[in-house]
Structure formats: C-alpha cells, structure tokens
DNA sequence: TCCTACCGTCTACACCGTATGTCTACAGTG
DNA sequence: CACTGTAGACATACGGTGTAGACGGTAGGA
C-alpha cells in the first residue's frame, strides 16, 4: 500500500484544487504540471515542497525524487513554461517569425503571470549554460532563423538580445499595470491612485484615464515596429524579404 | 542596558559582516541599510528576518517596529535602491537627461545586480498606487520632464513606458551574462559553454567568444540610440532641442 | 535465486515568519 | 514624591519550511 493514512483515502481532493492524483505514478512532468498548477492559481510563495506532494497526495520527500532541491524545481517550472514557446527556425521571413515569437511569448506571459518572476528572475542566478537546455532551445532557434536568413552569428544575437530584453521589458510594464480592483467603475479609484498626495503625483494621478485602458497587445505591436524597422535598417541581411509594416494577428 | 547578553558585547561583528551597530539606535534607516547589505552580499534568499536582527546586534522582533512583514521590508529595500535614481525634471533637453536616467539605472543595477530581481518583481505583487512613494517618484519626474519639454501627458506615459521597459530589459540580459567562472581563459570553459551537446546548440557554442566580451555599457547605448530615435520621430514635440547621437559619458 | 536500482516513506533537524505576552525605561500628572 | 500610561525591546511559542539520512518494498536482470 503506497497510499497515505486513511483519513485521506477518499476525501482528498486536497486544497489545491488538484484531484490527488491518485494512485497514477508520478513522474518529472506530472512533478512540474502540479507545481505549475499551484503557482498559477497562488503564486511562487505558496508554492512548498510540502504543498506540492499534498497536491500529489503523497509523502513530501517524494519530489527529491525529481528535482534535486527546490531551486531547481523552480528552474523546471520556468522550463516546462518557456519550451512551450516554439520558434519555426525555417521560416524565410524572419521578421514575421520574430513577430510571431514575440506575441505568443506574450501570452504565454498572461497565462502563467505568476510564473512571470520565474521567467525573468532564475536565469541571473545560473550562468548561461547550465540553464536547463529547454531554456536555451529558442534561443538556439533564433540564432539559426537569423543565420538562415543571411546575418552573421554575432549580429544575430545581436538581435535576439534586443527582441528579448524588449520582450521582458514588455511583459514586465505589462503585468505592472494590471488592475487594482476591477469593480469599481471609477479610473481613479480602481486604480488606487486616489491614495496619492495631488500635490506631489498631480501627473500620475491625471493619467488614470489612460493607465486604466492600457492596451498591451498593440502597445506590444508598436514596439515591435520600432524595434524590427531599427534592426532591419542597421544590420540589412543579404537576402531578405522587405520587412512588413505592423500586422496584428487576425484572430 | 538595551545591549543583548555578556557574550556578544565584543565579539561580535557577527557572521554578516556588518559590525553589529553596537548600541546605537535603530531606526528604519538603518534596518533597511542592514537589509540590503545582507542581500548585496548573499543575495535575497538569505534574507531573513533573523539573520537581519543578527546582524543589527538586537532581538528578530524589533524588525517589526519598522516594517510590518517581511513582504514590506522587502518593497523598501527595493525603494532605498530605486530613490537613488535622480531625475532632473527641469533639465531643457529631455534626451539627454533620459539618457542620464538610463546610465544611473544601469550603474545601480549593476553595484546592487542582487536587489535587480526584487525591482522587477516587486512592482508585480502591487497595485501601482499602493507601491512606496519613493518608487513613484521617478516616474512622475519622467512625466514633468516630458511635459515640460511640450509632450502630452500620454505620450509622456508612453515614452516612460517604452523606456523603462528596454531599461529593465536590457538590465535583465546583461546580468544573465556574467561570467561562470572568471578564472578560466578559454571562452568555451568560462562560459561552461563546453556542457551544451554541440549537436544541438553549435551556434550558441560557436558565439562564446562574442558572448565573453559582452559590453553592456555600449549595447545600452546602441539600444538608446534606437529607442530615441525612434519615439523622436513618431512624436516630436513643439519646442524642442534636437536628438543627440550616442555620446557615452566621458568620465 | 539473489542482486541491484529505484521509488515511496518515515523520522528528524535546524531554521523560518510572526502572534502574543512580558519586562523596562521614561513622560506626564497629581 | 508616587502613579499611570506608553513605547520600545526582549522572550516565548506555534505552525510551517527545506532537506539529510535511513528504511522497506517492488521490479527487473543475472
């Protein structure tokens, strides 16, 4: 018998929303997929070791079975996310790939927000290539499109390195603006700024209107235009189809 | 006497380096310095409520009297970091002073790289309104700036926006690439890029020399340059001086 | 049949954040 | 002077945390 005590049998359909899983084997992705699942619903903080194995109604020791230490169960977390970012390295536009890439990272973003510090905060604390490799495949990824597409190495990761940290900046300014509390009609309020001294914020204060309709994927769009219009002019690849204006996805 | 007991009177520049702070009073001030040295040196994991009373010679409890949990104390680390960004709201050319903001940024990033990740995850865990005053503050300098210099307060957002976003990004992608270990000469070993199958990653292996000289200082300038050009020619506004080219600080 | 490998469990330790209570020193009041 | 109120520092305690180490049971290979 590998279950818990009995008082768990079967009333545990624990806290964490998750359906104990069971008597199913638990493996590194089911390991991950519940870890995902309490840090979407709680946030990184609510995540514990213990949690999770009451999440896999199991004993708590049982993720030391798939994740050497905590950190780098976070680490796979963040990976289990990130991979799921596919880059076409074939594609004969690049700039349209890129766009591409760039959206649905973005809502990857919005899907797992608190995943998000994963995201940006894991990587400053393993060098380069440690980093679990489902990490490092787009990037990989990218550099091959761009040297497909007639750029040299170095200005390829050029260019990923501006797309990212555009990215990331992004999402970050993004996800910083979500609303404070969502029911209330007024901007001012909803927003909270109401709490601010006028005297010293009048700006801020003035610009609820505009911080309440904040519109991410266009200003995401608008981004991009600046971005790929300032690579394409500075590092013009040999063979290349011209780059296209912004077009938001039609779906 | 408010000094703990005999044991400690003279021994003690505890394990944390900080020399006890002796019998001196404690105020905000100084927990939060106490703070973020703890964190410069360990990073923010090994901040804890404990080994911070440790380290301020006195009892874990009297952290409380100046932050309310752990969570707050973290968000003022974050602000004494931040409110040491200057930004000069009267200075005529907002391009430059811009690119001054953006310099500062990055030089504080870089002496405090492990506070980088509670400045861009914190804001994330709070309403804009309710963050310390001190992280608010930049912002709405950037906004009078830009007013001043005849912008529109939306287009002042928008341009705060942008910036920041490539600021946090581009502090993101610089620190990620410290060196694994700076002892080695060989690019590949430095980096442990030797780890990655060459199968797989051959030209992210291929790009260890160009990733061993990263300049983050010059990348920021090329990415200024960009950006500004950029938000220059999509709004300019009335009166005002023209864009300067890149021109990194002399001193 | 025994051996090895692994998987799940149990126990235990040192440490964590913090609610609550107690002690002390001092300010103001009569 | 005694008395009270108050604020700061200290002490205790509770429930939780990450994880080292040892133990049993089960599966597969020799």
Redesign the interface.
Known sequence: MTRPPADSIDANDDADGTVGNGGGKITRKVVLAAALGIIDRD?VDALSMRRLARALDRDPMIVYRHAPNKAALLDGVAETVLAQLKVDPTDPDWVAQLRTVAREYRSLALTH?RV??LL??R???T????RP?GT?RP??DI??LL?TAGFS??A??HIY??L???????I??E??????NPAETDDLLR??????PID?????R??AP??ATYDGAT?LER?LD??L???TT?LNPPNQTPPREAQPPTG
Not at 127 to 130: K, N
Not at 164 to 170: D, K, Q, S
Not at 175 to 180: F, S, V
Not at 200 to 204: K, R
């Open positions: 946030g927000p998000v510090p940006v905060t990587p400053l604390a060098p380069l290539a440690l490799q490092l990037l990989e550099l091959t040297t190495p170095p390829a990761l390195r501006a990212f940290g555009f990215l990331h900046g992004h970050l300014d996800l910083q603006e979500l609303i404070d927003l909270g700024l109401h709490r601010l010293q914020f009048p700006l801020l003035s610009l505009v911080l200003e981004g600046i971005l219009a300032g690579l500075t």
